[in-house]
Structure formats: C-alpha cells, structure tokens
C-alpha cells in the first residue's frame, strides 16, 4: 500500500471537499485498486480520529467523527443562533445578484475579507463552492435553494429588480476598474 498515495487523496478530499472515484482517478494516475487500497488504509487510519473518511458510494468527503457529533452540533447551534448579520447580507447579495463568484471577488465588492462570513454562509446552508471553470485552483460561490427558500422565491431571476440591478452592478465594477487601471496622472 503507497502511502504517498493515502496522503495524496486525504489533502485532495481536505482541500477540495466531496469527489467522486472518478474525480481522484483524474487527479491521481493510479488504477482502480490502487485506489480502493489507500482509501480502505485511509479510512482505517482515520477511524480512531476526530475526521473520519465518509463514502455514500457515489461520493467520498472527510467528515466529523460520530463521537465528536455532540459537540460539532452544540457548536453549529451556537453559530445558528446567531443572525448572520451586515457581512453576511452583504455577501449574500453579492453572491445572488453578481455570482456566482470567487471569494475574492466578493472581497473585492466588500472591499473586506470575506472568509468567515462565507464560511458562516455555507454552514448554514445559504451558499456554496464550485468548481471554478476558468480556474482550477479556485473557486466559486453561488446561492443554494435553501437561500433561495429563506427569501421566498424559487429563482435568483425572481430577486427584486434582479436584472437592472445586477446590469447597474456590473457597470460600476467596470467603471472602478477602468479607473484604478488609469496611470496616476503626474503633479
């Protein structure tokens, strides 16, 4: 058994959270069984932990223990009880009218560090990552059908002014980068 191989699939499924077989056989030049193997030495290793290797069988993710699942759930309880206040709203709106989009895009139309406030976000449920198709290293954030329940409608078009917004949006980010891109003018 190659634990190089082991370590390899444990920082991928860390990093990058739910993949499939098919996923890690893509990222790993390896066989079917190879695969199995270090994921059955993965999940044993990890059995006796805090993180656990969880496979539904279609997906494989690390996950919390079930021996540490009363403290996980007073945790979440303690951060749901809490609104998820101006950030959040701000972040959301984003993600809603301007997503989906990186974190730091949303940074960007922030204009602060947005990281626990999206982490806030998809702890509840309200936004979430996907693979970002121009590029692999990152990732974007988009609205769940659960933000979409919480505001009572069953599609992002269906926010009020959805589309004049959104095109009033995406003028002043052009505008803001048109002028940061300008030279400062010399005295």
Known sequence: MDVNLQIKIEALLFTLGSL????LLQHLPVTNQDLDEALAALASARANTGIVLADDG???????ASSVSDLIEKVRKEE???GIGRAGLEALAAILYRGPLTRSEIDFIRGVNSTQTLRTLAMRGLVR????PRDERS???EATTESLSHLGIS???DLPDYESIRQKLEELERAYRAKEAEPAEAN
């Open 155 to 157: 599609r992002i078009k």
């Open 139 to 141: 990732f974007l954030y």
């Open 58 to 64: 279609k997906m494989l993710e690390l996950r919390a």
């Open 80 to 82: 749901y009880a809490q």
């Open 129 to 132: 990552k996907v693979p970002n």
């Open 20 to 23: 499939s077989r098919k996923e």
